[in-house]
């Protein structure tokens, strides 16, 4: 299987890669992401140089560029590439935009021209909007996104399901709920509490703190996409969690009693504008079909991941101040426009 993985320098995506490698040892992996302030090529240190692993930089927006990399001939490709941040589409929605929907909409017409055999798009329970108490998001729940960040990721569902629709694309939709482990990017909930933690810095914990979001880890969400990858349905819609709700209060104190902290580093700070109270995810399809069964218990997976970030300290330190992007220049020099290479 040769498998093109965009946004592969990213939290999940360089999961993803590694996950792969390792589990299937007949597929080669190309990386192709843009290096935006999120992607980390230090990620995927560990497998750089391996010959079943390459990387190109460029855009899912730069048509003639996607184009000319389905060209080199793919088994599959994984869509990652995203801005991912809600707090950043808040402030500004136009990167999200960009990328989330007329990049997914390039790279579904280039599958399409290339006949690529299966596209599968990575995306979000967000789309669903939010729930009350009870109840939970199965994939026929009607989609309702209220931050820019989750109109743009439904729209780019739309467009996959569009493109099935119309031209029988062979596109799989994956929406997963929140994810958490190594390399997550320390501007979101769980990696900026750990590492605020850590150097003994507040943790902003959004108005009263009780928002209530599904935690998944991100090795179970990699398998679970691997696994539908290989034996999920075309046209069809998989969502994935673990049952793992938490509160967001609930998981800074966990947090903290893992670092062995005081609660007292938690600062109410103003709410989020908009922000989704309640998310939830029945994953049935999923566990019944593929067959799928989450490995972590959060409790668990949070405290390796706590494990992680304390042994890791230079990894964040370098993300937090900005250094990582250096990687890149340092691995492959200051190439203008590197052209994806054959092999
Ligand atoms: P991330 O922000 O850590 O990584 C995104 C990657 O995409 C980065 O490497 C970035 O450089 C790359 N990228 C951005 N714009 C690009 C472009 N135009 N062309 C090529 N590459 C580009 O995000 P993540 O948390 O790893 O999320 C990956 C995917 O999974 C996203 O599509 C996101 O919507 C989805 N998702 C994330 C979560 C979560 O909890 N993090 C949950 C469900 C779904
Ligand atoms: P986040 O990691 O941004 O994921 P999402 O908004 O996509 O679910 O946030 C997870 C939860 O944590 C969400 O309810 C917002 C809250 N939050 C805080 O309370 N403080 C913070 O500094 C951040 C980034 C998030």
Known sequence: ??????????????????????????????????????????????????????????????????????????DAVVNFAAESHVDRSIQDARAFIETNVLGTEILLDACRRRRVPRMLQVSTDEVYGSLGPRGRFTEQSPL?????????????????????????????????????????????????????????????????????????????HCEALRLILKRGREGETYNIGSNSERANIDVARLVLRGLGKPDRLIAHVTDRLGHDRRYAIDAGKLERELPWAPRYTFEAGLLETIRWYQKNESWWRRVKDGDYRQYYHRTYGDLARPRPQSG
Not at 16 to 36: E, G, Q, S, Y
Not at 46 to 51: A, H, K, L, N, S
């Open 144 to 220: 309702s996104p209220n931050s820019p960040y989750a109109a743009s990721k439904a729209a780019a569902d739309l467009l996959a399901h569009a493109y099935f629709h119309t031209y029988r694309l062979p596109v799989i939709i994956s929406r997963s709920c929140n994810n958490y482990g190594p390399y997550q990017f320390p501007e979101k909930f769980i990696p900026l509490f750990i590492t605020n933690a850590l150097a003994d810095e507040p943790l902003p914990l959004y108005g009263d703190g009780l928002h209530v979001r599904d935690w998944l880890h991100v090795e179970d």
């Open 1 to 74: 299987m040769r498998i093109l993985v965009t946004g592969g320098a990213g939290f999940i995506g360089s999961n993803f890669i590694r996950h792969l490698l390792a589990k299937d040892p007949d597929c080669t992996v190309l990386n192709l992401d843009k290096l935006t302030y999120a992607g980390n090529l230090e990620n995927l240190a560990d497998v750089e140089g391996q010959p079943r692993y390459q990387f190109v930089k460029g855009s899912i927006c730069d048509a003639e560029f996607v184009d000319e990399a389905l060209g080199m001939g793919f």
